[in-house]
């Protein structure tokens, strides 16, 4: 079986998968009045810079993809894998 394909943004010397739930953060970010320090306790990040640099390496389009949307795109490239393995 091949590997899931795992997306992750580096910040310094931490590595964020993103997930279900960083997705959820990131929605409240975009959507809804959230400081960058806010969105750094939020994602266990150190400052509000190490949110910054983390905003501005998420591609733009995950920025708009929602949680529930994304683990189906997940379930159905697992399931399309274990087909094919």
Excluded: C, H, N
């Excluded at 590595?15 to 320090?37: A, F, G, H, P, T």
């Excluded at 733009?60 to 159905?76: G, H, N, S």
């Amino acid at each position: 079986m091949s590997e899931e394909r795992v997306y992750k943004v580096k910040v310094g010397e931490k590595e964020i998968v993103i997930d279900e739930e960083v997705l959820d953060i990131l929605q409240r970010y975009v959507r809804v009045e959230m400081s960058l320090e806010q969105l750094a306790a939020a994602l266990g990040l150190e400052s509000w810079e190490e949110a910054y640099e983390f905003v501005k390496k998420v591609p733009a389009w995950i920025l708009w993809v929602q949680p529930t949307l994304w683990k189906t795109m997940r379930e159905m490239r697992t399931a399309r894998e274990e087909l094919r393995g």
